[in-house]
């Protein structure tokens, strides 16, 4: 639901990042990336975007395989078109990615996995040639923490902390133009259980940050931890519905219209978050 815009409904095929394309205008040649081999719901859908990965960032193919098939695809037919658009995408990939392909080829240890790197990867294109508007990384690790949480989610903060500061300080002057979303779907239960850890809760936290965004602030509602304020007697209650945040965005950082957001999140009445924006 988090990824496809529509709560309650699971017949949504596409995502909501992918029906925001829609509404862009751009003429880029990779408006929209992933990073990894998968393309994540959140994404999916008649909009088309690349995902990049670990061969298309960092191995090249020979010489000879290269010629090869540039000799194979060098018609008219469906192949051949798509092959030939392949490339052209690819020499974007190679010019905005260079220093880091530079790194790997001198033997430098590269873990593409890390968030940091990831982070490079998409600073790079958006304010490369390529001139991507939208990118997704999904950060993988172990947030389920029912079990030595202290230790367990202080790394994963420390890892996505790190790429954060990573992206905002390699995007450079393009950062005042860019907003960041970290999003999970679903909180963690208030109280510790017995294995030094926590359970599976409702709400959350939605971070936001970029040039555009009014930060070093809470928005929202805080009711406090009293156990009536609590759902169910255990969990944070949801307070603010993520499509809010998103529209917001959408409607005083890209300038969409009310229209336009109702298609991306149909079903929903839209209620703005006052002072998200500056």
């Given at each position: 639901?988090?990824?496809?815009?529509?709560?309650?409904?699971?017949?949504?095929?596409?995502?909501?990042?992918?029906r925001?394309?829609?509404y862009?205008?751009?003429?880029?040649?990779?408006?929209?990336?992933?990073?990894?081999?998968?393309?994540?719901?959140?994404?999916?859908g008649s909009?088309?975007?690349?995902?990049?990965?670990?061969?298309?960032?960092?191995?090249?193919?020979?010489?000879?395989?290269?010629?090869?098939?540039?000799?194979?695809?060098?018609?008219?037919?469906?192949?051949?078109?798509?092959?030939?658009?392949?490339?052209?995408?690819?020499?974007?990939?190679?010019?905005d990615?260079?220093?880091?392909?530079?790194?790997?080829?001198?033997?430098?240890?590269v873990?593409?996995?890390?968030?940091?790197?990831?982070?490079?990867?998409?600073?790079?294109?958006?304010?490369?040639?390529?001139?991507?508007?939208?990118?997704?990384?999904?950060?993988?690790?172990?947030w389920?923490?029912?079990?030595?949480q202290?230790?367990?989610?202080?790394?994963?903060?420390?890892?996505?902390g790190?790429?954060?500061?990573?992206?905002?300080?390699?995007?450079?002057?393009?950062?005042?133009?860019?907003?960041?979303?970290?999003?999970?779907?679903?909180?963690?239960?208030?109280?510790?259980?017995?294995?030094?850890?926590?359970?599976?809760?409702?709400?959350?936290?939605?971070?936001?940050?970029?040039?555009?965004?009014?930060?070093?602030?809470?928005?929202?509602?805080?009711?406090?931890?009293?156990?009536?304020?609590?759902?169910?007697?255990?969990?944070?209650?949801?307070?603010?519905?993520?499509?809010?945040?998103?529209?917001?965005?959408?409607r005083?950082?890209?300038?969409?219209?009310?229209?336009?957001?109702?298609?991306?999140?149909?079903?929903?009445?839209?209620?703005?978050?006052?002072?998200?924006?500056?």
């Open positions: 639901y988090l990824e496809s815009g529509t709560p309650g409904n699971k017949g949504t095929t596409s995502g909501w990042l992918n925001l394309l829609g862009l205008e751009t003429s880029s040649p990779l408006p929209a990336i992933n990073i990894g081999v998968t393309t994540p719901r959140i994404l999916s909009y088309p975007s690349v995902n990049i990965t670990r061969d298309s960032v960092l191995n090249e193919p020979s010489a000879t395989l290269r010629s090869s098939l540039d000799a194979l695809y060098q018609g008219q037919g469906e192949l051949s078109l798509l092959y030939q658009q392949g490339q052209k995408l690819k020499e974007f990939l190679d010019f990615l260079a220093p880091l392909i530079q790194q790997s080829n001198r033997g430098k240890s873990n593409f996995k890390d968030f940091s790197y990831q982070s490079q990867i998409i600073a790079r294109l958006i304010r490369g040639q390529a001139s991507s508007q939208i990118a997704c990384v999904v950060h993988e690790g172990s389920d923490t029912h079990g030595g202290s230790y367990t989610l202080y790394q994963e903060l420390h890892k996505l790190q790429g954060l500061s990573t992206l905002v300080q390699d995007l450079g002057e393009a950062y005042r133009d860019t907003v960041i979303v970290v999003l999970s779907e679903f909180g963690r239960s208030l109280r510790e259980n017995s294995g030094g850890g926590t359970d599976h809760g409702r709400g959350n936290v939605v971070m936001v940050l970029g040039g555009s965004i009014r930060g070093g602030k809470v928005h929202g509602q805080w009711r406090g931890l009293e156990e009536h304020n609590l759902e169910e007697g255990r969990d944070l209650p949801v307070t603010t519905d993520f499509r809010d945040i998103l529209g917001t965005i959408f005083e950082h890209l300038q969409l219209n009310d229209k336009a957001i109702a298609a991306i999140f149909p079903d929903h009445n839209l209620t703005s978050l006052p002072g998200l924006i500056i």
